[in-house]
């Protein structure tokens, strides 16, 4: 079952298109990557399913993107609903510069939830859901800057968690992490998509090709393929998406 | 001419060193004046007893509590502008030409000779108005003279605090306001108070502006309508009438001490501020 479908998507920052003509949709609960070389717009794209781009001067959009069947660029969105349910994880491990605790309840607080109990709660949950807890719960007062990069992650991760999300955009969520860290943060995916719908944009093709059941390849602000991941990787349809795999360039 | 590289290297660097030298002289050789003059007659009873016979004898307390007045008047009248001014320039408008005047606009402010503030203050409250020599009058000048300082800190401040911890915050579903006050304001919080802390630095030293607008009245204010006169003002009376020169050197020495504290703690508020986000 699709979550998320997107049809004839074109973005432009000023005069230069930055997305051309994308369609696709994304599976519920499963990870899908996006995968393709610096510039080609895969950032962009991820960035037009939570709106994230709004915030930039002079874009423009046109075509469809529906989240459950609902058109997120419609005159009657709720903004901040549709951040609530299309999270982001960010490519540098970026905690605020508060308590782990603070950082947390984060989310709980900007939406009212300001009821102790509930916080602590909803603290430990999402905490344990990303293998924090054990790691952080006799500190929870400290800067969260104190923490090692990966354990910075997985709290933005958790950060995340608390306002209980469908889907989770991550934007090169390991390219600041060496490779053990990597793998800690990629089983923590392949638990994730058990709740939420993972769409993950990469550098590392051996990442996609390891986590994702999908795997879009996009080039120069297209979408050159789209599928399964086994079928990308092993025969792909387009010779510019072999190309890349192959390394030829990229 | 041909000059060995050498030579001019250490030629150079020595003529640097001199003016290096001769600036932190001069600085440290009025401060050490000041003190040498002014510590003899600073005492207890000298900075709790009131000025009598026009300042020749007695105290400066009321002096001290006329310039506390003032500064926490002009403070807390000059912060909600100026830090929401800041607040504004910086997170809610892009950059354009409308920001550019009003950045124009305050800077032009901060060039102002403090004289021409009291001027206008003496016009526009004192007689306008209707507040009288007085500390509301006063306060109102120096917040106006303050205002730049504390907006230009309070945006440079806001700036250094890194874009992508505000689209961490929209990410999650916040507005633009809780961005501001839950992740900007406490960041920039050292920043800001920074500023504000030059700012009662400058209200503290402040003269002209406040002779014109608050007066130089030497009883204890009982109300934001009493005149009053502030330490700076009573230095500059004792010494320009030569009512007494050791008392002008003794509330000189108050004033200097009061700034080097002030000064000292703000350096080290953005010292740490600094090393938070480098």
């Given at each position: 079952?699709?979550?998320?479908?997107?049809?004839?998507?074109?973005?432009?920052?000023?005069?230069?298109?930055?997305?051309?003509?994308?369609?696709?949709?994304?599976?519920?609960?499963?990870?899908?990557?996006?995968?393709?070389?610096?510039?080609?717009?895969?950032?962009?794209?991820?960035?037009?399913?939570?709106?994230?781009?709004?915030?930039?001067?002079?874009?423009?959009?046109?075509?469809?993107?529906?989240?459950?069947?609902?058109?997120?660029?419609?005159?009657?969105?709720?903004?901040?609903?549709?951040?609530?349910?299309?999270?982001?994880?960010?490519?540098?491990?970026?905690?605020?510069?508060?308590?782990?605790?603070?950082?947390?309840?984060?989310?709980?607080?900007?939406?009212?939830?300001?009821?102790?109990?509930?916080?602590?709660?909803?603290?430990?949950?999402?905490?344990?859901?990303?293998?924090?807890?054990?790691?952080?719960?006799?500190?929870?007062?400290?800067?969260?800057?104190?923490?090692?990069?990966?354990?910075?992650?997985?709290?933005?991760?958790?950060?995340?968690?608390?306002?209980?999300?469908?889907?989770?955009?991550?934007?090169?969520?390991?390219?600041?992490?060496?490779?053990?860290?990597?793998?800690?943060?990629?089983?923590?995916?392949?638990?994730?998509?058990?709740?939420?719908?993972?769409?993950?944009?990469?550098?590392?093709?051996?990442?996609?090709?390891?986590?994702?059941?999908?795997?879009?390849?996009?080039?120069?602000?297209?979408?050159?393929?789209?599928?399964?991941?086994?079928?990308?990787?092993?025969?792909?349809?387009?010779?510019?998406?072999?190309?890349?795999?192959?390394?030829?360039?990229? | 001419?041909?000059?060995?590289?050498?030579?001019?290297?250490?030629?150079?660097?020595?003529?640097?060193?001199?003016?290096?030298?001769?600036?932190?002289?001069?600085?440290?050789?009025?401060?050490?004046?000041?003190?040498?003059?002014?510590?003899?007659?600073?005492?207890?009873?000298?900075?709790?007893?009131?000025?009598?016979?026009?300042?020749?004898?007695?105290?400066?307390?009321s002096t001290?509590?006329g310039?506390?007045a003032l500064?926490?008047?002009?403070?807390?009248?000059?912060?909600?502008?100026?830090?929401?001014?800041?607040?504004?320039?910086?997170?809610?408008?892009?950059?354009?030409?409308?920001?550019?005047?009003?950045?124009?606009?305050?800077?032009?402010?901060?060039?102002?000779?403090?004289?021409?503030?009291g001027?206008?203050g003496f016009?526009?409250f004192v007689t306008?108005?209707?507040f009288g020599w007085s500390i509301l009058s006063g306060s109102?000048t120096?917040?106006?003279?303050?205002?730049?300082?504390?907006?230009?800190?309070?945006?440079?401040?806001?700036?250094?605090?890194?874009?992508?911890?505000?689209?961490?915050?929209?990410?999650?579903?916040?507005?633009?306001?809780?961005?501001?006050?839950?992740?900007?304001?406490?960041?920039?919080?050292?920043?800001?108070?920074?500023?504000?802390?030059?700012?009662?630095?400058?209200?503290?030293?402040?003269t002209?502006a406040v002779i014109f607008t608050a007066g130089s009245a030497l009883r204890?204010p009982?109300?934001i309508f009493s005149s009053s006169r502030t330490?700076?003002v009573h230095?500059y009376i004792?010494?320009?009438?030569?009512?007494?020169?050791?008392?002008?050197?003794?509330?000189?020495?108050?004033?200097?001490?009061?700034?080097?504290?002030?000064?000292?703690?703000?350096?080290?508020?953005?010292?740490?501020?600094?090393?938070?986000?480098?």
């Amino acid at each position: 079952m699709s979550i998320i479908e997107v049809n004839k998507l074109n973005l432009f920052y000023g005069n230069f298109q930055a997305l051309k003509e994308i369609t696709l949709r994304i599976e519920k609960q499963k990870i899908t990557a996006l995968i393709g070389p610096s510039g080609c717009g895969k950032s962009t794209f991820l960035r037009t399913l939570n709106r994230m781009n709004d915030l930039i001067d002079d874009v423009r959009i046109s075509g469809s993107v529906k989240i459950s069947g609902n058109d997120i660029y419609g005159s009657d969105v709720d903004l901040l609903a549709l951040r609530k349910k299309v999270g982001m994880v960010f490519q540098r491990p970026n905690p605020f510069p508060l308590s782990i605790y603070d950082n947390v309840v984060y989310g709980l607080r900007v939406h009212g939830i300001l009821d102790k109990k509930i916080m602590e709660q909803k603290l430990q949950w999402s905490l344990e859901s990303v293998h924090l807890w054990d790691e952080v719960k006799d500190k929870l007062d400290q800067n969260a800057l104190t923490l090692s990069g990966e354990q910075q992650q997985r709290l933005c991760i958790a950060r995340l968690a608390v306002v209980e999300p469908e889907v989770l955009l991550m934007d090169e969520p390991c390219s600041a992490l060496d490779p053990m860290s990597t793998a800690k943060i990629e089983d923590l995916m392949y638990e994730l998509k058990k709740q939420y719908t993972i769409i993950i944009v990469t550098h590392n093709m051996q990442q996609a090709a390891r986590v994702s059941e999908y795997t879009g390849y996009f080039l120069l602000g297209e979408l050159v393929e789209f599928g399964e991941t086994n079928q990308i990787f092993t025969s792909p349809k387009d010779s510019r998406t072999e190309d890349y795999l192959t390394g030829r360039f990229g | 001419m041909y000059v060995n590289p050498r030579l001019e290297q250490r030629v150079v660097q020595s003529i640097l060193w001199l003016f290096t030298a001769i600036t932190v002289f001069i600085l440290f050789y009025i401060i050490f004046f000041i003190l040498k003059n002014g510590l003899p007659v600073l005492n207890y009873q000298f900075l709790t007893t009131n000025p009598t016979d026009m300042g020749k004898s007695g105290g400066i307390y009321s002096t001290i509590i006329g310039t506390i007045a003032l500064t926490i008047g002009a403070i807390l009248i000059a912060t909600p502008l100026g830090v929401g001014t800041a607040i504004y320039l910086t997170e809610y408008t892009l950059e354009s030409k409308i920001t550019r005047v009003i950045r124009f606009g305050s800077e032009c402010l901060a060039g102002i000779p403090s004289i021409i503030f009291g001027l206008f203050g003496f016009i526009l409250f004192v007689t306008k108005l209707k507040f009288g020599w007085s500390i509301l009058s006063g306060s109102l000048t120096l917040a106006f003279m303050i205002l730049p300082t504390i907006i230009r800190t309070s945006e440079e401040a806001l700036k250094s605090v890194p874009y992508n911890l505000r689209e961490v915050s929209f990410s999650l579903g916040g507005t633009k306001w809780q961005t501001v006050t839950k992740v900007v304001l406490p960041s920039a919080l050292p920043g800001i108070v920074t500023g504000v802390i030059l700012s009662v630095g400058r209200s503290i030293s402040e003269t002209a502006a406040v002779i014109f607008t608050a007066g130089s009245a030497l009883r204890i204010p009982t109300s934001i309508f009493s005149s009053s006169r502030t330490m700076a003002v009573h230095f500059y009376i004792l010494a320009r009438e030569g009512i007494s020169m050791p008392n002008a050197y003794g509330t000189a020495a108050v004033l200097i001490i009061a700034i080097l504290i002030i000064n000292i703690t703000a350096y080290r508020l953005m010292h740490k501020f600094m090393k938070k986000y480098s």
